[in-house]
């Protein structure tokens, strides 16, 4: 009798704990969504990007040349590789000797014109920073405490610092420039000069900093891909 009576109430525990049709439904809502948002945001941006640099090339490119006069049917993406295909023609004209000589003469002019060349001057150094193949910004992530002692934030690591602002702290510390972001925008943000024995680099990488910033603090790296490199740590 006491064995039947246990058997009811552990059906009778099993059934209440059963999720109802309304919780199954929100559930495979919110498991949908997570899959598919992520690519469906992906895909929208995608081709958000190919519309806008088609709208800005096809305007430049003769009909003749444009599949589209021919066709009844627009072609998307096409825009695109005509931008890349100038591009690389570009790139190919100026490793030689007449194109680099063309660049340097455009620069000298360039040079020459008081507001002009301040903003090219910026843009070329960090366009030349950031897809030099050689350059190690932003290599490395790395915790420092900010904006007071005892209050960590995420920062990327860009190089040593040099110039005016190196020899004017040399006699105070050996610092490292550093980029502090924002969160959830890590475009913008701070750029910071840092003692060296202040900043604690971080074992993960740079993609996944960047993700811990943008999500809040709620998307991190797991544990297990660095866990080894942390114990062997001393």
């Known amino acids: 009798m006491s064995r039947n009576k246990d058997k009811t109430e ?29 690519i469906g945001i992906t895909l929208w941006l995608t081709w958000t990007f190919i519309k806008w640099v088609d709208g800005w090339v096809k305007p430049f490119v003769p009909k003749v040349y444009n599949p589209e006069t021919y066709l009844p049917f627009s072609i998307p993406g096409f825009g695109l590789i005509v931008a890349i295909f100038v591009l690389t023609i570009v790139g190919f004209f100026a490793a030689n000797f007449l194109g680099r000589s063309l660049i340097s003469f455009g620069e000298n002019l360039v040079g020459r014109m008081p507001l002009v060349r301040n903003v090219y001057s ?26 007071r002692r005892g209050l960590w934030a995420i920062v990327f690591i860009s190089t040593e610092t040099k110039g005016e602002v190196a020899k004017r702290l040399k006699n105070k510390a050996d610092t490292v420039s550093v980029f502090l ?28 900093a960047a993700k811990l910033v943008i999500s809040a603090g709620l998307v991190s790296p797991d544990l297990p891909d660095i866990l080894d490199d942390v114990i062997a740590e001393p």
């Open 181 to 208: 972001p924002t969160t959830p925008n890590p475009t913008s943000g701070f750029l910071l000069f840092v003692p060296k024995e202040d900043i604690v680099e971080l074992k993960m990488g740079v993609e996944d």
């Open 122 to 147: 910026g843009l070329k150094q960090i366009f030349e920073t950031v897809l030099d193949e050689r350059s190690n910004s932003f290599s490395k992530a790395a915790l420092i405490e900010y904006p």
């Open 10 to 38: 552990h059906a009778s525990k099993k059934a209440h704990h059963r999720p109802g049709a309304a919780t199954r439904v929100r559930n495979y809502f919110l498991t949908g969504l997570v899959i598919t948002g992520p």
